[in-house]
Nanobody
């Protein structure tokens, strides 16, 4: 079983940057996909980005393309979400999750981290 722990959230002004980390433990992550989702207050959870742990393949939501970059360090078993040019509408709790393929539906992800809050002020 894989366990996921996010870190790196916080408060930032619009136009700023943050980097989220997701440390995986408990099992080799090689055959997995790591996805990032976010959930704003009163709204559903939405796909942000995903990456195949093999490195072959990434996907992004249209709302973050060109601003966010997903990556992973397989030696550290850690995934990252670099968020640049942040906007107030990016404010949400961000979750990392594990799946067996690159899906945008959160129902396809079986393991979730606890979430980290990102707040972007205008």
């Amino acid at each position: 079983q894989v366990q996921l722990v996010e870190s790196g959230g916080g408060w930032v002004q619009a136009g700023g940057s943050l980097r989220l980390s997701c440390a995986a433990s408990g099992r080799t992550f090689n055959s997995y996909v790591m996805g990032w989702f976010r959930q704003a207050p009163g709204k559903e959870r939405h796909f942000v980005a995903g990456i195949r742990w093999s490195g072959w393949g990434t996907a992004y939501a249209d709302s973050v393309k060109g601003r966010f970059t997903i990556s992973r360090d397989s030696a550290k078993n850690t995934g990252y979400l670099q968020m640049n040019s942040l906007k107030p509408e990016d404010t949400a709790v961000y979750y990392c999750a594990a799946s067996d393929d690159l899906y945008s539906s959160d129902s396809k992800y079986s393991t979730w981290g606890q979430g980290t809050q990102v707040t972007v002020s205008s």
